[in-house]
């Protein structure tokens, strides 16, 4: 097979799709909706480039969609057919492939079909066959349309890269709808192959969450883990909170909220398998409403965000790291709180405690570590 250039129209406002930034970049099952075709093409061996059109003024948001994919950003033009014409004229291979960002699910096997169908055609698309009735609407009712023969067009639309400027050069920047109409009407002979029902258009606000499940559902039953360490000074003091239970003691722990270090590093785990940061982002120790807080709203915090991001809990570990106070007793208890706290049953919370054999600041009894793994699966 030809290498081939892939252009990606993400040069539209996405205004039918109801959101608040252009669609392309909208989020969608953890990635900017761009990326996901843009990935799809970067994996792809016959890829040899990937050139994106862009809406004016969208580059840094681009730029960050596509952190770690090497593609050329092209300043999109007035219609669709002027942004793919600056593609494909800024494309260096002799077979180019456009295809709209707001397709994500696109499979290399629709690549490869798409490139062996160039062998033989000026051009090539995906299409499938209309499921519903169709009807027109006239001045006096409603006309019944014939669907026999009638396709629904997708993207990606593969090209022989002459002809296609051929076309744009004969259309003269006439706008079409997508590359197909264009190439037809140049006189371009183009050739039908089979679509796919999963590499559907994200245009409306419903489409949204139809792509989220398509999408999240290649990772479905993955485990995620995130792991969290934290250190809190200890003082003199009547006691003190680890792992969500106060033991009365001649210590305390030294810190802006109830300085839970237990707590704390399970919370860092669970924000680190949700891909959400680390607690002094979520709770800043500047916030006077964290003074003295109970560190548990942090861990149900962090356990909602982890929610959000379609991540079921699985299991918790912490290791308490301190000379003293003795955790023996209190296990149970703390394993009782996380337990209550996650959601979790017991048989998978889980607390160890170590010294350090006198050495090093735990060593010295100055400060309390811990460190925690957290593990879930993605729903
Ligand atoms: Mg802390």
Aim: net charge negative; charged share 20%.
């Amino acid at each position: 097979m030809t290498p081939f250039s892939a252009c990606i129209v993400a040069a539209g406002s996405g205004t039918r799709a109801g959101s608040a930034i252009p669609k392309q970049f909208t989020i969608v099952a953890g990635k900017p909706l761009l990326r996901w075709s843009a990935e799809a093409f970067a994996r792809h061996p016959m890829c040899a480039e990937i050139l994106i059109a862009i809406p004016a003024g969208e580059r840094e948001r681009a730029e960050a969609a596509l952190a770690g994919i090497e593609a050329t950003l092209v300043e999109g033009g007035a219609t669709r057919t002027l942004s793919v014409r600056r593609c494909v004229e800024a494309a260096t291979q002799a077979r180019v492939m456009v295809h709209d960002a707001a397709r994500p699910a696109l499979s290399a096997t629709l690549i490869d079909q798409l490139l062996a169908a160039l062998e033989s055609a000026a051009g090539a698309a995906p299409a499938l066959p209309v499921p519903d009735a169709l009807a027109r609407k006239t001045s006096n009712g409603v006309e019944a349309v014939d669907r026999e023969g009638l396709y629904r067009v997708q993207t990606p639309q593969a090209f022989h890269r002459d002809e296609l400027l051929y076309a744009f050069e004969a259309g003269a920047d006439t706008p079409y709808p997508d590359e197909v109409s264009l190439a037809r009407a140049a006189g371009l002979a183009v050739t039908l192959v089979d679509g796919d029902e999963a590499a559907f258009k994200v245009t409306y606000p419903d489409d949204f969450a139809r792509a989220e499940a398509a999408l999240g559902g290649i990772s479905a039953g993955l485990p995620v883990m995130g792991t969290g360490y934290d250190v809190h000074r200890l003082s003199a003091g009547t006691g003190l909170h680890l792992c969500g239970v106060f033991i009365p003691c001649d210590l305390a722990l030294v810190g802006h909220s109830d300085a839970d270090v237990g707590l704390h590093a399970l919370t860092d785990a669970v924000l680190g398998a949700a891909g959400a940061g680390d607690i002094g982002l979520h709770f800043p120790p500047s916030d006077e409403r964290w003074r003295g807080a109970d560190s548990a709203q942090f861990l149900i915090h962090a356990l909602h965000l982890a929610r959000e991001a379609g991540i079921r809990p699985v299991h918790a570990d912490i290791t308490l790291i301190c000379e003293r106070p003795k955790i023996g007793p209190v296990r149970d208890a703390m394993r009782a709180r996380v337990s209550e706290l996650t959601g979790l049953p017991l048989a998978r919370v889980n607390i160890k405690a170590t010294t350090t054999e006198k050495l090093g600041f735990t060593g010295r009894g100055e400060g309390i570590a811990a460190q925690a793994a957290f593990t879930g699966v993605l729903a």
